[in-house]
Nanobody
Framework: VQLVESGGGLVQPGGSLRLSCVASGFTFSTYAMTWYRQAPGKERELVAGIGSAGGTTDYADSMKGRFTISRDNAKNTVYLQMNSLKPEDTAVYYC?????????WGQGTQVTVSS
């Protein structure tokens, strides 16, 4: 089982990034997918989640209107489009797969928002 995140990097405030998480080793289309993030010295927090078929999404309040989660089950990939980035969005972003029984994590991708 693997979840591999990519797309992180350094971006200026107000900028955008698109994170990707490619899954392998399990039936991706049967898992809900969630993005979490963890900033230095802080607990890991939920960013956004999407149902297995992509029909339902949920966002943390501070991300609503700025972030969009989506998935492509044909490509075993979940995305996180992040717009209007702020310095407080700086964190390691992780993707998670969960089906009620099994729970998988990626290794994370660093996002740094700084001028």
């Amino acid at each position: 089982v693997q979840l591999v995140e990519s797309g992180g990097g350094l971006v200026q405030p107000g900028g955008s990034l698109r994170l990707s998480c490619v899954a392998s080793g399990f039936t991706f289309s049967t898992y809900a997918m969630t993005w979490y993030r963890q900033a230095p010295g802080k607990e890991r927090e939920l960013v956004a989640g999407i149902g297995s078929a992509g029909g339902t999404t949920d966002y943390a309040d501070s991300m609503k209107g700025r972030f969009t989660i989506s998935r492509d089950n044909a490509k075993n990939t979940v995305y996180l489009q992040m717009n209007s980035l702020k310095p407080e969005d700086t964190a390691v972003y992780y993707c998670n797969a969960w089906n009620g029984f099994f729970n998988y994590w990626g290794q994370g991708t660093q996002v740094t928002v700084s001028s």
